[in-house]
């Protein structure tokens, strides 16, 4: 079966770094993606890699280790607006953003 | 901008009914996707599809079937519907890199 795990809730103030981790446990892998779903809201598409490193956009950076099977996405100078549940998920067939499963969420909460 | 449109925000119906669920992309998207998210699980994959008339299996199947006449449209079928399908479905459409969510619907079975 596929298994990811990530924390279920984190609170910080408005400024600070906060970093989301998730581990995997997959019968494929062939990437790693971030989505952002505010309350009442769709998902939205945050990060993809399907290498190891890290990948940097913004505010926002995701890194991930094949070889650990994990993965993090870092909020930093978090904003009110950050606050919003965070879903990491594992591509399962070889296209970015394809067959993704996904973890259960990590509900943010920024406050002032 | 992508566009994924679903036909209603909220639904109710009574154990038994059939429901459609019904989703539109603009993209000309190959692949669509149909989830429902329950709090704590994230979103589980009940089908998908990557051309007309093709559709696979997704993690939770049972109690569900899909319906992709025309590329843009994949509609999402519940042959009897049940209390323990009450959720938040969600509809989304393959990009480049990601997938694009519409904008749900809450489905409430009494």
């Known amino acids: 079966g596929q298994s990811l795990e990530q924390p279920s809730e984190v609170t910080a103030v408005e400024g600070a770094i906060v970093q989301i981790n998730c581990t995997y446990q997959t019968s494929g892998f062939y990437g790693l993606s971030w989505y952002q779903q505010h309350d009442g809201g769709a998902p939205t598409f945050l990060s993809y890699?399907?290498?190891?490193g890290l990948e940097e956009t913004g505010r926002f950076s995701s890194f991930l280790s094949r070889s650990d099977s994990y993965g993090y996405l870092l909020l930093q100078e978090l904003q009110m607006k950050d606050s919003a549940s965070y879903f990491c998920?594992?591509?399962?067939?070889?296209?970015?953003?394809?067959?993704?499963?996904f973890g259960g969420g990590t509900r943010v909460l920024v406050k002032p | 901008d992508v566009k994924v449109t679903q036909s209603s925000r909220y639904l109710v119906k009574r154990t038994g009914e059939k429901v459609f669920l019904e989703c539109v992309q603009d993209?000309?998207?190959?692949?669509m996707f149909w989830y429902r998210q329950d709090p704590g699980l994230g979103l589980r994959l009940i089908y998908f599809s990557y051309d007309v008339k093709m559709k696979e299996k997704g993690d939770i199947p049972e109690g569900y079937s899909v319906s992709r006449e025309k590329k843009e449209r994949f509609s999402l079928i519940l042959e009897s519907a049940s209390t323990n399908q009450t959720s938040m479905y969600l509809c989304?459409?393959?990009?480049?890199?990601?997938?694009?969510f519409g904008p749900g619907t809450r489905l409430t079975v009494t």
């Open positions: 998920a594992v591509s399962l067939i070889k296209a970015a953003g394809n067959k993704l499963t």
């Open positions: 890699n399907a290498l190891d």
């Open positions: 989304a459409s393959l990009g480049p890199y990601e997938q694009y």
């Open positions: 993209m000309d998207h190959e692949n």
